[in-house]
């Protein structure tokens, strides 16, 4: 069987940006005071609230589009870290009562991101005609 690396970026691209796209969402619906008051707490400006909107809905619908597909992918990435910086930093050298570590899904989800940053979009894609598809 020959393989099709095109559509398994499409697949890893598409199940991240959908699977962000719905914290994304519920950020959108529910607001946002919860992060605005972690931030708060930490010392920093309220309205750095808004970026999680930029890597949990705009970079997500990019990937999903095949658009800008590294820069959204990098900006993806780094919401994961700032989100594992603010919320989960206890539990990086943690394992869950099931032995996985304790931030996997937010583990793969960045992992996922960079790897994505690395390949590119493949070409089914809206912009796969550069370097920075």
């Known amino acids: 069987m020959n393989k099709n690396n095109d559509l398994g970026l499409l697949v890893l691209r598409v199940s991240l940006g959908l699977l962000m796209l719905l914290h994304g969402i519920a950020k959108l619906v529910h607001g946002l005071d919860f992060i605005k008051g972690m931030l708060s707490g930490m010392g920093l400006p309220s309205f750095f609230a808004y970026g999680v909107l930029v890597g949990e809905v705009l970079a997500p619908i990019a990937l999903i589009a095949g658009f800008r597909t590294r820069i959204a992918a990098a900006i993806y990435a ?17 394992l869950s009562d099931h032995g996985g570590w304790a931030i996997e899904l937010l583990g793969l989800y960045l ?9 590119g979009a493949g070409k089914y894609a809206v912009s796969n005609q550069n370097n920075w598809d």
């Open 78 to 94: 780094v919401n994961c870290i700032v989100a594992i910086a603010m919320a989960h930093s206890g539990d990086i050298f943690s």
């Open 111 to 119: 992992f996922g991101a960079v790897a994505i940053f690395f390949t």
